[in-house]
């Protein structure tokens, strides 16, 4: 069994203060919502398959939108590589299944409505009521995306997950404009498999 870094309910002040679990850990648990709103361990869906795990704000950043577009672009040579992609963010499952028939996703959404994976992934930050209030007057509410009142989004990050369930490659930036572009992803997917095939022999 992987031991993996005790970050549970750990929830940074800010982006630039939150501090992703590193590589080499094991994966952490949590409990995901899927597109019909069915609870799901992130163990079961990532079990045995290399993964590559997205976290992004919501299908109200235009950011998250032209990352999650640009995924789709290698999604296809990802897969033939043997990994799946899942994504992550505070959405409710209704704003999931909008964003996946508006934006044509193929990969999987999943909602973390609790914040329990971005807190154990370490990528949770608390928006400030500045920013919550600036948010509002974009018609941005987080409490309506989310359909819960804590506040919480996670620093956009790509992990990268290994059939042991090891984390393998980490990005993340607390500058939220700043994204892996998919031919980046792509990369460090193949980086990645490279040297755990390396490792094995």
């Not at 949590?30 to 609870?39: S, T, Y």
């Not at 033939?80 to 704003?95: F, M, N, T």
Request: hydrophobic residues 40%; charged residues 20%.
């Amino acid at each position: 069994m992987l031991a993996h870094a005790n970050r549970a309910n750990q929830i940074a002040p800010s982006a630039e203060a939150a501090e992703p679990i590193a590589v080499g850990t094991g994966a952490p648990d949590a409990h995901l919502r899927d597109l019909g709103g069915k609870e799901v361990p992130l163990h079961a869906i990532i079990a045995g398959k290399p993964t590559v795990l997205i976290f992004y704000r919501g299908s109200w950043c235009p950011y998250c939108n032209a990352h999650l577009s640009d995924l789709i672009t290698v999604e296809e040579q990802l897969r033939s590589l043997g990994y799946q992609i899942i994504a992550i963010s505070p959405d409710r499952p209704e704003e999931l299944n909008r964003m996946t028939t508006e934006d044509h996703l193929n990969y999987r959404l999943f909602s973390d409505p609790q914040a329990e994976a971005m807190k154990n992934f370490g990528v949770a930050y608390r928006v400030d009521d500045t920013t919550i209030a600036n948010y509002k007057k974009f018609n941005v509410d987080l409490e309506r995306s989310s359909g819960q009142t804590h506040h919480i989004l996670p620093v956009p990050a790509v992990f990268i997950i290994d059939r042991t369930g090891k984390i393998v490659f980490v990005h993340a930036d607390p500058n939220y404009k700043l994204r892996m572009k998919g031919a980046e992803v792509l990369a460090a997917a193949k980086q990645s498999l490279s040297a755990s095939d390396a490792s094995q022999k």
